[in-house]
């Protein structure tokens, strides 16, 4: 089955910026999207289609696409930031919808 | 203003049934697919299915099909996800979502806030 791989944990100091990846065979194919969630809180979209930030997104919210990857980048991380993030994508057919592990964002 | 609100939490035993569902409103129902998400405790997000109510087409997970049943029922704008017979590892956070769902990409816009399921003997 398909899978979307992203690194367990990213740490960042206030200010400084985050990169959090996530790589997958389609994704060169099929668009990504990425979640925020807080714990005990669902989740909230901050970009759709690779790089589309949907309104009430900071703008310090962006993604990228480069081949088999793509990225979120948090600029100027606040200590609200930190969260767990999700990417998010479809298989090569477009039929199946698959998430990545998660990226535990902490703010030191 | 879009609105998906999930039924509240639930407590069965192994072996039981339950629906648990997902009302929408602030929009027009069958134009969206409606897609639910499992989240185990302490883990991350699995994509379960998807419900288009429309015309009620359904597209289940691999990891899912024959294990849950998804629904629809139109006249109640409301979406529903449904076990014949329940294990603990169904013991899960259940969130419902507005997926969009086509060529121009998949993502869900609008989520509800969850319905906790706890399977315990």
């Known amino acids: 089955s398909y899978e979307l791989t992203q690194p367990p944990s990213v740490s960042v100091s206030p200010g400084q910026t985050a990169r959090i990846t996530c790589s997958g065979d389609?994704?060169?194919?099929?668009?990504a999207c990425w979640y925020q969630q807080k714990p005990g809180r669902a989740p909230v979209l901050v970009i759709y289609k690779d790089s589309e930030r949907p309104s009430g997104i900071p703008e310090r919210f962006s993604g990228s696409s480069s081949g088999t990857t793509v990225t979120l980048t948090i600029s100027g991380v606040q200590a609200e930031d930190e969260a767990d993030y999700y990417c998010q994508s479809t298989d090569s057919s477009g039929t199946y919808v698959v998430f990545g592990g998660g990226t535990k964002l902490t703010v030191l | 203003e879009v609105q998906l609100v999930q039924s509240g939490a639930e407590v069965r035993k192994p072996g039981e049934s339950l629906r648990i569902s997902c009302k929408a409103s602030g929009y027009s129902f069958t134009r969206y697919w409606i897609g639910w998400v499992r989240q185990m405790p302490g883990k991350g997000l699995e994509w379960m299915g998807i419900?288009?109510?429309?015309?009620?087409?359904?597209r289940y997970s691999p990891s899912f099909q024959g294990q849950v049943t998804i629904s629809v029922d139109k006249s109640i704008s409301t979406a529903s996800l449904q076990w014949s017979s329940l294990k603990a590892s169904d013991t899960a956070m259940y969130y419902c979502?507005?997926?969009?769902?086509?060529?121009?990409?998949?993502?869900?816009?609008?989520w509800g806030l969850g319905t906790l399921v706890t399977v315990s003997s």
């Open positions: 389609a994704l060169p194919k099929q668009y």
């Open positions: 979502g507005r997926q969009q769902y086509s060529s121009s990409g998949d993502y869900f816009d609008y």
């Open positions: 419900i288009y109510p429309g015309d009620s087409e359904i």
